[in-house]
Antibody, heavy 113, light 109 residues
Framework: EVQLVESGGGLVQPGGSLRLSCVASRFTFSSYWINWVRQAPGKGLEWVANTRPDGSDKFYVDSVKGRFTISRDNAKNSAYLQMNGLRVDDTAVYYC??????WGQGTLVTVSS | QAVVTQEPSLTVSPGGTVTFTCGSSTGSVTTKHYAFWFQQKPGQAPTTLICDTTNKPSWTPARFSGSLVGGKAALILSGAQPEDEADYYCLLVYGGVVIFGGGTQLTVL
């Protein structure tokens, strides 16, 4: 069974940092774009960032530019989202989404004092 | 920045057909927007129904299909089932930047 498994979420104070991980199995991870998508409580889906299959280009939603960094390690079938300068409005479930259409189960990030 | 628009809500009768649309504030949606469609049920992660405008992953039920209609991306559900009641989201790609629509809540009634 194809899997994407996120980890790294948790409770953090405003201004803090977290690093999310997304590990893929049983599909050709390195052939596809990888996206991070978030969903605030009771809200819709919001795209956060993505990177090309080879990691050469990276794109971000304006609200996280300069604070979040996406990366990937195809040798480890993994993608990461380094989140710095976290704000209360970053509170959400964070999902990874492969260009092949696979989703992870999500990891909850709560930013609160 | 572009805005992607979806119907806030739709209602379909069991066995009926319903069309969801996904429009772009920048103009007509084309295959270069690589439209994706997703279904999300309460408390669950989304699942992908359609990739790249028309392509169906192996797990997508045959009653769902994707196309371009009237300058918009469209998701057509033919033969709605009670279990299709859910939120439906589209996304469009603008040269690497991805924008989601606001989602459509589908009621099967």
């Amino acid at each position: 069974e194809v899997q994407l498994v996120e980890s790294g979420g948790g409770l953090v104070q405003p201004g803090g940092s977290l690093r999310l991980s997304c590990v893929a199995s049983r599909f050709t991870f390195s052939s596809y774009w990888i996206n991070w998508v978030r969903q605030a409580p009771g809200k819709g889906l919001e795209w956060v960032a993505n990177t090309r299959p080879d990691g050469s280009d990276k794109f971000y939603v304006d609200s996280v530019k300069g604070r979040f960094t996406i990366s990937r390690d195809n040798a480890k079938n993994s993608a990461y989202l380094q989140m710095n300068g976290l704000r209360v409005d970053d509170t959400a479930v964070y999902y990874c989404l492969s260009g092949a259409g696979y989703w992870g189960q999500g990891t909850l990030v709560t930013v609160s004092s | 920045q572009a805005v992607v628009t979806q119907e806030p809500s739709l209602t379909v009768s069991p066995g009926g057909t319903v069309t969801f649309t996904c429009g772009s504030s920048t103009g007509s949606v084309t295959t270069k927007h690589y439209a994706f469609w997703f279904q999300q049920k309460p408390g669950q992660a989304p699942t992908t129904l359609i990739c790249d405008t028309t392509n169906k992953p192996s797990w997508t039920p045959a009653r769902f299909s994707g196309s371009l209609v009237g300058g918009k991306a469209a998701l057509i559900l033919s033969g709605a089932q009670p279990e299709d009641e859910a939120d439906y989201y589209c996304l469009l790609v603008y040269g690497g930047v991805v924008i989601f629509g606001g989602g459509t809540q589908l009621t099967v009634l």
